[in-house]
């Protein structure tokens, strides 16, 4: 197939943490295109707990079994970003109401203003409650979050958060 007629696909995040839904949209989307970038980019309105270079390193080690799938970082707008890699769709996961209203508004400004469409990808029941701002709340309060997160996110997100005294919950040798 010749580069023009590839169909290449961003999943746009900042991935503070990747979550187990977020590897179940990469994984199902992975399917659709033949070749999706996991786009890590940084959320100027929010402060993150892992550096970019810690997210594509853990995002790397997550997803380098997934034929197609390769991680890049960008700055600046999402439809900037797809154009100059040649992508012509944007892949998103929707959880809920919320999240089709507000990616609703956004797929149709990217359509019109720089030709980019949108697939979205319900996310699957068992990750409909899950988000990184969860997570982020949950591991800062001590919770054990090996459940929400891929296994090679907890040590990072350990050596960021302090969980109380005498609780290992968020160890990697449970």
Do not use: W
């Not at 769709?89 to 999240?99: H, P």
């Not at 990217?110 to 699957?124: C, Y």
């Not at 919770?143 to 990697?172: F, M, N, Q, T």
């Amino acid at each position: 197939m010749s580069d023009s007629t590839r169909r290449i696909a961003i999943f746009p995040g900042t991935f503070d943490p990747i979550t187990n839904g977020h590897l179940d949209v990469i994984k199902r989307g992975a399917g659709l295109f033949d070749e999706l970038v996991v786009a890590v980019g940084e959320n100027p309105e929010k402060a993150s707990l892992l550096s970019l270079d810690e997210r594509l390193g853990i995002i790397r080690e997550v997803v380098g079994d997934i034929p197609g799938v390769s991680v890049e970082s960008f700055d600046g707008l999402t439809v900037d970003f797809a154009r100059t890699i040649g992508a012509t769709v944007i892949l998103r996961g929707i959880r809920n109401s919320s999240d089709l209203q507000f990616e609703f508004q956004v797929a149709l400004t990217n359509r019109v203003v720089a030709g980019v469409e949108t697939v979205f990808i319900m996310t699957s029941s068992q990750y409909a409650f899950t988000s990184s701002s969860l997570i982020r709340q949950i591991a800062s309060m001590g919770g054990d979050i090996s459940a929400l997160v891929p296994a090679e996110v907890l040590g990072h997100i350990a050596k960021r958060v302090a969980p109380p005294a005498g609780d290992d919950s968020l160890s990697e040798t449970e």
